[in-house]
């Protein structure tokens, strides 16, 4: 059987003067594009506006100009922000009133911009005259950018706004889950919440291990300590992942670059035929391969996405702007020359008008003179468009082999040495550079007292001392008196004179030596309020020598118990001090700790100083303590542990693996509590994927001219690759293919995402 390509010269060469007499453009020479239409992009969230000038063309979306983003507070601020972003884009937009909005997935309802925010962008576009054509939905045109690097890629995308947080879970391209939950101070918690749903509704099914973290509206360090928040968070039993999950960051302007090309590229997509229509017009040529190429390759990508857009508008005679399929009014880009009654748009105030990005239609081609020249002329383009497409297929079109390498995970627990003389890390000490850090804080605390003391008065009186002896007799001051168990002691010095001897007629008379003297008692107590006429004992003497009779009732003796300080609750209101300073020190370190510089915390105070209320044994109720505390502590950065991490997992590696190029996940926390006379230790655990190692060039050599199918299965059989897909380049060659290039220059090797 004689093959198409046996004919191809003749074909040519008959294609040549069949169209010849119709006088049709030559289709192999280039030409100029037409003009490229402006239409201005206004990226908004809750919170914030950004304006940017797109330059549409038949093959191509790009931003001329960009707004820096302004914040605003209300529906009025965000017309007069809106304006300022607009004044931003410089001359080039002064003549371009056709506006495409970018907006957040809160915004949406049933598909559609719900009514507050339709009020919203109403009155933006008719204080500044402008003519709204559609929408996109910013974590559509975020997933859609992404897919276009990452062909087949599986990931949770999670895009964070002032108040909502949108989580997207993608498996191998595909869009299978989207939900937007609020967001709290917790943000963690809150993609756990909408990651738990999934989860639940998928009855268990664990979710790809990778993180992929965006905003409009968060600056990037923001986004770097939502990053580790999500890489320390414990997310439990409810949400399980493939393995240990890794968190990437998209930068705020790579984001707003993303949304703006896809914004260009929906838009283009649905204008181009009025486009091409023009570039006809204009002398031009249809789109080169490369342009259907890309034309193509959008189709797919709104096909593979079609399970996550939401259902599209009733259909019109012309297409209509939107976010993958969902429009934002029919009439703003309803074609005057409908047969049907356009639907009114919910912006435009003024009549429906044309899009105005190339409405002209294809004029000057001369009719042939005989339906014979039609016929060959059809039957001419056809066969030489089918050997066109046959040699592009068979000698131009490119082949990607994407590999799934069969990944383990490699994990190590290491102690690291923090030490603040290192000047770089070193992986044979494992030793890393630290930072001293010192806070001088002051703290006030009480407790309340549990001493216990009798505290009152002694009883006082006066006492007659008797001196039976024949000589003076001196008591010093402190000479105790006693009653049964009380005593009583002088308050004074005393001389008793001796006693007088009288002889008489009948017999001796004695009279006794006597003096009044003042006595306190002993101890306090009412106990010592004695009666008058009370008979004491004076020190040891017998009754026959000293005695002594109170000559008046003792009164003031007085007894009751109180609380006091005591040395326990010296020590327990000194603990309630420390333990407060470290909790102010370890909080203060913890705030310190951002954008991979960690403060560890400590349970050690370098220096205190106190100053009570009150002396132990004084009466109180409170006692209160004014302590003053340094603390000191060591900071570390985590980019010192990476080179330690790798050295550690490297040894951990099976033969033919090596280090994904992913940085290690580290885990870490102190290992003894830092002091001035011990080393400081952390004790980490660092986890990574390993990937085997394959030659490239030999990949390509081993499938080089085989079948698809051949080729797959003998890459399979290799114990290091777990799945292969095959994607062609442009896309739609691939209906017309079934094997290999036969040039390894047209075989390119990658690694799926994971």
Request: with cysteine.
């Amino acid at each position: 059987m004689l093959r198409i390509m046996d004919f191809a010269p003749l074909v040519v060469v008959y294609c040549y003067f069949a169209i010849r007499p119709m006088d049709l453009t030559n289709l192999f020479t280039a030409q100029t594009e037409p003009p490229e239409q402006m239409v201005i992009c206004i990226i908004l969230t809750d919170t914030s506006v950004q304006a940017l000038l797109l330059a549409i063309s038949v093959s191509n979306a790009q931003v001329v100009s960009q707004s820096s983003v302004l914040t605003y507070t209300d529906a009025k601020n965000c017309v007069l922000k809106t304006d300022e972003a607009l004044q931003d884009l410089g001359s080039n937009s002064e003549q371009v009133n056709e506006v495409l909005f970018a907006v957040e997935d809160s915004w949406l309802e049933a598909g559609d911009v719900d009514a507050s925010h339709q009020n919203l962008l109403k009155e933006v576009s008719e204080n500044l005259s402008l003519k709204p054509i559609g929408f996109v939905v910013q974590s559509e045109a975020l997933f859609q950018q992404y897919l276009n690097i990452h062909t087949h890629f599986s990931a949770v995308m999670v895009l964070f706004s002032s108040a909502h947080i949108t989580v997207q879970v993608v498996r191998q391209g595909r869009l299978q889950y989207s939900t937007v939950v609020g967001r709290s101070k917790d943000s963690a918690s809150d993609v756990q919440e909408a990651l738990a749903r999934y989860v639940a509704a998928q009855e268990g099914e664990a979710l790809p291990a990778k993180i992929v973290c965006s905003s409009f509206v968060l600056a990037m360090t923001e986004l770097k300590q939502l990053q580790q928040a999500l890489l320390d968070f414990q997310w439990g039993d409810a949400v399980s992942f493939v393995q240990a999950p890794t968190i990437d960051v998209i930068d705020v302007k790579q984001a707003v670059q993303a949304v703006a090309y896809q914004a260009g590229q929906a838009l283009l997509a649905q204008i181009s035929p009025e486009m091409q229509a023009a570039a006809v017009d204009n002398s031009t040529v249809p789109q080169s391969s490369e342009a259907d190429e890309a034309t193509t390759q959008s189709a797919v990508s709104d096909e593979a996405s079609s399970d996550q857009v939401a259902p599209t508008s009733k259909s019109t005679s012309r297409a209509t702007a939107s976010s993958f399929g969902v429009p934002i009014s029919d009439a703003a880009l309803a074609d005057s020359g409908d047969s049907e009654t356009a639907v009114e748009s919910e912006f435009a105030t003024t009549k429906k008008s044309e899009l105005g990005l190339g409405s002209k239609r294809v004029t000057g081609v001369k009719k042939p003179s005989t339906k014979l020249f039609v016929g060959i002329g059809i039957a001419a383009g056809i066969v030489a468009l089918i050997s066109v497409v046959f040699v592009y297929a068979s000698f131009l079109s490119q082949l990607t082999a994407v590999i799934s390498p069969k990944q383990i995970t490699v994990s190590k627990d290491i102690s690291i040495t923090l030490d603040p003389s290192a000047e770089e890390a070193d992986s044979s000490t494992n030793t890393i550079p630290a930072e001293t850090v010192t806070l001088e804080l002051t703290t006030t605390e009480e407790i309340e007292t549990t001493g216990i003391k009798i505290v009152g008065d002694q009883a006082k009186g006066t006492v007659i001392l008797y001196n039976k002896t024949e000589g003076d007799k001196q008591f010093p001051e402190g000479t105790v008196l006693s009653v049964d168990e009380l005593q009583f002691l002088l308050d004074e010095e005393v001389v008793v004179p001796a006693s007088e001897v009288e002889e008489r007629a009948s017999g001796r008379s004695i009279t006794f030596g006597e003096q009044q003297v003042a006595v306190t008692a002993y101890q306090i107590g009412v106990e010592g309020n004695i009666g008058e006429e009370t008979e004491l004992t004076v020190e040891n003497f017998d009754d026959s020598t000293y005695s002594a009779v109170s000559n008046t009732a003792f009164t003031g003796g007085s007894s009751r118990e109180v609380r006091v300080v005591a040395e326990e609750d010296i020590a327990a209101v000194l603990e309630k001090a420390r333990q407060s300073l470290l909790a102010q020190a370890n909080q203060q370190f913890e705030e310190d700790s951002t954008a991979g510089r960690y403060v560890i915390t400590t349970e050690t105070i370098s220096a205190l100083n106190t100053q009570y209320s009150h002396e132990l044994e004084v009466e109180a109720d409170i006692l209160t303590v004014t302590a003053t505390g340094e603390i000191t502590t060591l900071a570390y950065n985590s980019s010192d542990l990476r080179p330690i991490a790798t050295a550690a997992l490297s040894s951990e590696l099976p033969e033919g693996y090596t280090i994904h190029d992913q940085e290690p996940q580290i885990m870490s926390a102190p290992a003894d509590n830092l002091t001035e006379e011990t080393e400081t230790i952390i004790e980490s655990q660092v986890t990574s994927q390993a990937v085997p190692r394959y030659d490239e060039a030999q990949l390509k050599t081993d499938i080089v001219g085989k079948s698809l199918e051949e080729a797959r299965e003998l890459l399979q059989r290799r114990e290091s690759i777990e799945k292969v897909v095959f994607v062609h380049h442009p896309t739609w060659v691939r209906p017309f293919v079934r094997s290999v290039p036969n040039s390894v220059t047209r075989i390119s090797v990658q690694q799926a995402e994971e």
